[in-house]
């Protein structure tokens, strides 16, 4: 069986073939670098070699993305595994997996199971997004001895249960560190603004292609926004729209809002606090409007990016990191076009001091 690839740069291509098969690897790369497409891409050439293959990633929606991904891809034999972290960990440990007050598990619980317990015949992990993992999953893995190859970068950590670079090498042991450069996802625009945000130590290069200039938008009360987004979806036919909020709260009022004033658009939302229905499964190559928190935007892609209620963040210290890794993260999310939003007399801080130059008002 050959391996198929899927829309890959050169240099893509070059990082991907350049990556031993043994070992330990971490790959740092920026926003549209295509670490996602590359990371499944290495899960599929590792479980070509006829070893099972588990891609991971710390949220589900970012899996379902995945999913089809791998499905194009092959293996057929169903080589390839796409879990979350927790999932993956709970089928590992057992039903009884013990519980920590972070959102995770009981790791000392974890370290005595995997010290006496046999160990996965080559067992091999491929992590998309690992900068989400704790530090105490690296060490899980290198108690265990299963191979590890890791996507991941610094500068896009929304999650308060993170590892650095540095911690993901350490953890591991022998591991081997690659660059992954380039950015295939945004318009030079929307670099630009996204750059106002960055907390890394130097850019990464500005991507080629052309677009509009990211747009700052005052709209009044909630009517307005509704009023937006529609006109958003029926002048962008065939386009996917990602509405991205700071609530759940928010995401279920915009959604029950459009579904009476427009249920032709059939907007979907995703919820991780869901178990199961409408709301935990989405159909992404579907174009139209899709309502996420900012906590599971993470890895995922869109034409049209919204933002409609930055002045949430208007009480928050503009020059905090961890604010403006966020908005890092949001504006990287939009392929083509980028609007961001605020209710009140005001912009908020993080936004007010962005140059017309790199945001348009109005």
């Known amino acids: 069986m050959t391996l198929t690839y899927m829309d890959l740069t050169p240099e893509q291509r070059a990082s991907l073939e350049g990556l031993p098969f043994e070992g330990n690897h971490l790959v740092s790369g920026p926003p549209g670098s295509g670490k996602s497409l590359l990371a499944a ?12 293959v588990v891609l991971l990633t710390r949220s589900n929606l970012l899996r ?65 997004e690992g900068q989400d993992l704790p530090p105490e999953f690296y060490r899980l893995c290198r108690l265990l001895r299963a191979r590890v ?29 690659h660059d992954l450069e380039g950015n295939h996802r945004n318009t030079r625009r929307i670099a630009a603004f ?32 509704i009023d937006f987004l529609i006109t ?13 909020v700071n609530s759940t709260r928010t995401q279920f009022d915009l959604l029950t809002r459009l579904e009476h004033k427009a249920p032709r658009l059939r907007p979907q939302m995703y919820t991780a606090q869901a178990t199961q229905g409408r709301y935990l499964s989405l159909d992404l190559g579907r174009p139209g409007i ?7 935007a993470k890895g995922l892609g869109f034409d049209i990016v919204v933002v409609p209620d930055t002045h949430t963040d208007a009480a928050t210290d503009p020059s ?16 083509r076009e980028l609007h961001l939003a605020y209710q009140g007399d005001g912009e908020p801080p993080v936004l007010a001091e962005v140059g017309g130059s790199v945001l348009m008002r109005g």
């Open 41 to 52: 891409q290495r899960a599929v050439m590792l479980a070509l070699t006829g070893t099972p």
């Open 64 to 128: 379902q993305s995945l999913t089809p991904v791998i499905e194009a891809l092959g293996p057929a034999d169903g080589g390839v595994l796409v879990a979350t972290a927790h999932s993956w960990l709970a089928r590992w440990y057992g039903a009884d997996a013990p519980r920590g007050d972070d959102g995770w598990y009981d790791w000392p619980a974890f370290f005595e199971r995997a010290a006496v317990a046999e160990p996965v015949p080559s067992l091999t992990l491929v992590v998309d």
């Open 149 to 177: 190859t890791v996507y991941a970068d610094e500068c896009q950590r929304l999650t308060e249960t993170h590892s650095t670079l540095a911690e993901i090498t350490q953890r591991l042991g022998n591991c081997t560190r």
């Open 194 to 225: 996204a750059a106002h945000f960055y907390t890394g130590a130097g850019l990464p290069d500005p991507p080629d292609r052309e677009g509009p200039v990211p747009r700052l938008h005052r709209l009044i009360h909630q009517g307005a926004v």
């Open 232 to 244: 958003m979806a029926e002048s962008h036919p065939g386009q996917s729209i990602g509405v991205i």
């Open 290 to 296: 899709v309502l996420v928190h900012r906590a599971s």
């Open 320 to 335: 905090s990191a961890s604010l403006r890794m966020t908005y890092y993260v949001l504006a990287t999310r939009a392929r």
